[in-house]
């Protein structure tokens, strides 16, 4: 009875009532909310599909591009990217790309409510792009992947659309490759004027090379070209690589051999993960390794560092780890220089002399500056170029016709100036090799 009355009394109470209801309210309310998270869980789970994509991936910044132009075109939270772009008439200009900015965005793609969610970590940097890192999040209904796979091939052939027909140039950053400037428009291959037949071999031999991957794999032949250059500066070596890359649609990765913390992993892993369609150039590989042996200014310029063997360097381009699918340029104005492993066939397979002009490319060039000229006029300029009895390069020439660009005739008759500035440069050339040589002999000494 005493337990009986004790809960009719505790009914009576109105705060004992009160508080209980409260309590009441407060546990179903907890109730309800963790049922509407396991249920959101759930529902997640089962019926909608999420893809996150880091700013690391390649197809990061394609995405935010697409998304701006294809998806969510009336959003009004965005972010600006400052880009520089050269014009038809050759001025360059500013550019200004707004894509979605940090947040939540909707957009309507193939029957399907998306939603998009940017994300910056301010406590976390990537260190291969050294920015905070950032992911993009695509949430949508349904457990169709193959939608997020459209988004991706949409965002991609966008991308390839709007630098196709550019020359893309690449550098190492790290261990990465990032693209350097703006995609330049392709130099035509005939604007770069070499001896007969030099041109036509090598552009042969990389489309071949480019169309036979299954003559390669059947025979067991490392599937890899390699080309070295030389020759004396000026004559036009870097400027056809250019050229040679904008005729096959191939953008270029130049590497710096010479580079401080260059080492032999680095350069490893900078080979095998080259992008695609590219060619990797080595310019002026002779003044990475002059000899197998170390000179003490070498020893004392990279004391403390690790840094690039030329035992890596021959590993990296012909070793057992060595990446296939890859087209390597070499340039060098002194090829004496080069150690023999390093040109040895399989990892330099062409060998062209890029030399000073001879009569058939004086005539050419002078026709390609001065197309309305008398053709008679282009035989007498080359009659008196080689008349000075100095050898001169094609940059000499170019500069010589920038002088005299609608004047065929002053270029014709003012030739004793250009041959005077081949003269100085050769003489200063051959009296800082002399300098460079009597060093090492001192060294060896």
């Known amino acids: ?34 049922s509407y998270m396991l249920g959101m869980i759930l529902f997640r789970r089962h019926y909608m599909t999420t893809l996150e994509v880091p700013c690391r991936d390649k197809s990061y910044h394609w995405l935010l591009q697409w998304i701006t132009l294809k998806g969510a075109k009336k959003t009004q939270h965005l972010s600006v990217e400052t880009k ?31 939603c998009v969610e940017r994300s910056r970590s301010q406590q976390t940097l990537d260190l291969h ?32 659309k709007q630098n196709e027909g550019k020359t893309i140039m690449y550098t190492a950053f790290g261990s990465e490759w990032r693209q350097f400037g703006n995609p330049r428009k392709p130099r035509p291959l005939n604007s770069v004027v070499l001896d007969r037949g030099v041109s036509e071999r090598i552009v042969k031999d990389v489309q071949d090379f480019m169309n036979n991957p299954e003559w390669y794999s059947s025979r067991g032949v490392p599937y890899r070209r390699g080309f070295l250059l030389h020759g004396p500066p000026g004559c036009g070596k870097s400027s056809f690589i250019t050229a040679l ?22 350069l490893n892993h900078l080979l095998a993960l080259a992008p695609e369609n590219t060619i990797i150039l080595l310019e002026d590989v002779d ?73 058939h490319q004086l005539e050419t060039m002078f026709c390609r500056f001065y197309p309305e000229a008398p053709s008679v006029l282009s035989s007498t300029f080359s009659e008196e170029t080689q008349n000075l009895r100095v050898p001169v390069s094609a940059a000499a020439i170019q500069g010589h016709f920038m002088i005299y660009k609608e004047d065929p005739v002053g270029a014709i008759q003012n030739v004793s100036q250009m041959g005077l500035e081949s003269k100085f440069c050769k003489d200063d050339a051959i009296q800082r090799n002399t300098v460079n040589d009597i060093s090492d002999v001192k060294e060896n000494i």
């Open 245 to 266: 890359a904008g005729e096959l649609k191939l953008g270029i990765c130049v590497l710096n051999l010479s580079e401080r913390g260059l080492t032999d992993d680095r």
């Open 287 to 359: 003044s990475a390794f002059v000899s197998r042996e170390e000179t003490s200014e070498m020893k004392a310029a990279y004391a403390g560092l690790n840094r690039l063997t030329f035992s890596g360097l021959l590993n990296c381009l012909d070793g057992v780890a060595s990446a296939e699918a890859r087209i390597v340029f070499m340039t060098t104005n002194y090829p004496e220089r080069l150690d023999p492993a390093l040109i040895r066939p399989g990892r330099v397979d062409l060998k062209e002399y890029i030399g000073y002009c001879t009569p």
């Open 84 to 114: 520089f772009q050269q014009i038809e008439t050759g001025k360059i200009t500013t550019r200004h790309d707004f894509i979605p900015s940090v947040g939540e965005h909707f957009f309507w793609f193939k029957r399907t409510w998306i």
């Open 1 to 34: 009875m005493a337990i009986q009355d004790l809960i009719s009394s505790l009914a009576d109470n109105p705060y004992f009532s009160a508080g209980f209801g409260l309590f009441g309210v407060g546990a179903g309310a907890a109730v309800l909310r963790k």
């Open 129 to 160: 792009m050294g920015v905070p890192f950032e992911t993009v999040k695509l949430t949508a209904f349904g457990k169709n992947k193959d939608l997020f796979y459209d988004i991706l091939e949409e965002a991609r052939d966008l991308a390839v």
